[in-house]
């Protein structure tokens, strides 16, 4: 059977190929990472505030080909909504590409970060998707290949307590594909929380490539009421009761 080459690029953000780098308020993870000496460099998408990140892993099968943190690009997403609510892209541009190399050619990358809020409203759940640029498979119709990209997220409160899971995937395996994406989760409204977030991208045939290219991530929020108010619907509703044991 003739091999054909096939390219699938999953546009999945609006806003085409554009890189982020080239959207005012774009950060380069370096900078998000390293540029304080206090750790504490931080962006700022609505009333919410993503800081304290960190590099926290970063394996691949070329020893030479360590990951350019000045070139992978977080970009604030805020258009006002709760549902979903602020959140971030991550443009990886060239850092999350692999060619196949006969065995099993990765890059294997985490990183973690805080999301607090400085409004009234807190984070109740979150999304997880492919992001802006889009993602990219090419590979040759032979029935044997193996190549992919797959992020897999964590979501902890302050005291380490996992909040939530969640895992998007795109593969082609022997011809097959798997397509998983986007995925969410709902918490309890918390005010700050932890995020720990693993990028994957391999290939095994040396004419086959995955290129992660973005990611996109958004909190949904909710107002939390005041003290003062929740004590007037407290004594409501203990009213309300009083009133109905008095009928009875």
Do not use: C
């Not at 190399?101 to 492919?130: C, H, M, P």
């Amino acid at each position: 059977m003739k091999k054909t080459l096939l390219a699938l690029a999953l546009a999945v953000a609006a806003g085409g190929a554009q890189a982020v780098n080239t959207v005012p308020g774009a950060i380069s993870l370096y900078d998000l990472i390293y540029d304080d000496p206090n750790n504490v460099t931080s962006i700022t998408a609505g009333d919410k505030v993503f800081s304290q990140w960190k590099q926290t892993f970063f394996g691949a099968s070329d020893p030479q080909g360590a990951i350019q943190l000045n070139n992978i690009f977080v970009t604030p997403l805020s258009d006002g909504g709760d549902n979903p609510g602020p959140g971030i892209n991550i443009d990886f541009t060239d850092q999350m590409t692999v060619t196949g190399d006969g065995v099993y050619a990765y890059r294997d990358f985490t990183i973690e970060f805080n999301v607090s809020t400085i409004g009234s409203k807190q984070i109740k759940d979150n999304l997880l998707d492919f992001g802006n640029p889009p993602s990219v498979l090419t590979w040759t119709v032979d029935g044997l290949n193996d190549l992919g990209i797959a992020v897999e997220e964590w979501v902890y409160d302050l005291q380490g307590n996992q909040l939530a899971h969640k895992f998007i995937e795109f593969s082609v395996l022997d011809d097959v594909q798997t397509r998983n994406w986007p995925d969410s989760a709902a918490f309890a409204p918390q005010d700050e929380i932890r995020v720990k977030k693993n990028f994957l991208v391999w290939s095994m045939d040396v004419t086959d490539t995955a290129t992660l290219g973005g990611i996109e991530q958004r909190f949904s929020q909710q107002d939390v009421p005041e003290p003062a108010s929740l004590a007037l619907l407290s004594l409501g509703l203990f009213g309300i009761g009083v009133a109905r044991r008095r009928r009875s």
